[in-house]
């Protein structure tokens, strides 16, 4: 019984003394690169001050439609910057942010420093394929989306692995896919 006891507390003790991932190879691994919004729900509860919620989806052929905007890319960079980019109707870039970005556990977390400052945290569910390639990322929000002043309205992007469209590919590029 005494041995149990032993060595019981002797594993408590080092799960104790471990200090927690900040950003491990793999979680940071699976973000880089560039990602192409996917699909958006935003679910904004109490609209207007009132007992009623509201649903908003956007599928992969609406945001041209539902948002006047193309679905954005985000580049995420092996030295933690990163770059979104937000296109019209003709592919013109539009908007531009940029920042640092880090993970901690399933936060992935944005310090956006252009155009204007602002501190985002999401929280992230990635999917990876059968090879445990990555190919899709999930980020969940609560924000203040119905503009009631409260955190309360969530907001669920979905991203994927960015494909070049086919006038961007190089003719050598073809001859390996």
Same mark, same amino acid.
């Given at each position: 019984?005494?041995?149990?006891? @032993?060595? %019981?507390? =002797?594993?408590?003790l080092m799960a104790c003394g471990q +200090?927690?991932?900040? %950003? ?7 973000f880089e690169g560039k990602w192409e *919004?996917?699909? $958006? ?12 919620? !509201?649903?908003? %989806?956007? =599928? ?19 030295d933690g910057t990163y770059i979104e980019?937000?296109?019209?109707? +003709?592919?013109?870039?539009? $908007? ?5 970005? *880090? ?5 992935? !977390?944005?310090?956006? @420093?252009?155009?204007? @400052? ?18 899709? $990322? ?11 002043? +409260? ?5 669920? $992007? ?18 390996? !896919?």
């Amino acid at each position: 019984m005494k041995y149990i006891f @032993v060595v %019981t507390a =002797a594993l408590f003790l080092m799960a104790c003394g471990q +200090k927690p991932k900040t %950003t491990s190879v793999s979680t940071q691994g699976f973000f880089e690169g560039k990602w192409e *919004a996917n699909r $958006l729900v935003v679910i904004m509860h109490g609209v207007f001050g009132g007992e009623q919620d !509201s649903m908003f %989806t956007v =599928a992969p052929n609406e945001f041209l439609s539902k948002l006047r905007v193309k679905p954005h890319t985000a580049l995420f960079n092996a030295d933690g910057t990163y770059i979104e980019q937000y296109y019209d109707e +003709k592919d013109t870039v539009i $908007l531009t942010n940029g920042g640092r970005w *880090a993970t901690r556990l399933d936060t992935l !977390s944005l310090s956006q @420093v252009t155009p204007f @400052v602002k501190n985002s945290k999401y929280k992230f569910i990635p999917s990876i394929d059968s090879l445990g390639n990555s190919i899709g $990322l999930n980020l969940y929000q609560l924000v203040d989306f119905d503009f009631d002043g +409260k955190e309360d309205d969530e907001y669920a $992007l979905f991203m994927i692995r960015y494909q070049p469209k086919e006038e961007e590919k190089s003719w050598w590029e073809d001859l390996f !896919s």
